[in-house]
């Protein structure tokens, strides 16, 4: 599936072709290859020249949006990708720290008895 360049408000959208994966294939490799074809273009066809802002590239969340982003290091591009919902973004405290947190002394808690 191709589509034609669109303009809308000073931006340009471009839509790469559909590529049918065969087991095993790297998406995040097949999909960097055609960005970079897509931007080359870009640059080719002079819509983006030194000094211009950089490509935006927006992905949904099946794509490894920081992979990419390295794969494409050397091109003028900043990858927006959208997270999952079940991405962790930090490890979960140590079982002790949780443990402390959770219950606390009994002195730090507030008093439950009327006064």
Do not use: F, K
């Amino acid at each position: 599936m191709r589509t034609a360049p669109r303009a809308a408000d000073g931006r340009l959208v471009l839509a790469v072709a559909a590529v049918r994966l065969g087991p095993g294939a790297d998406l995040a490799a097949v999909t960097a290859e055609q960005l970079r074809d897509v931007v080359d273009r870009l640059i080719g066809a002079r819509q983006w020249m030194a000094g211009d802002p950089e490509v935006l590239l927006v992905m949904d969340a099946v794509y490894e949006a920081p992979r990419i982003s390295h794969l494409l290091g050397d091109l003028p591009v900043q990858v927006l990708g959208r997270l999952r919902s079940n991405r962790v973004m930090r490890r979960p405290a140590p079982a002790e720290r949780n443990s402390r947190r959770r219950t606390g002394s009994a002195a730090n808690r507030p008093s439950t008895a009327a006064s």
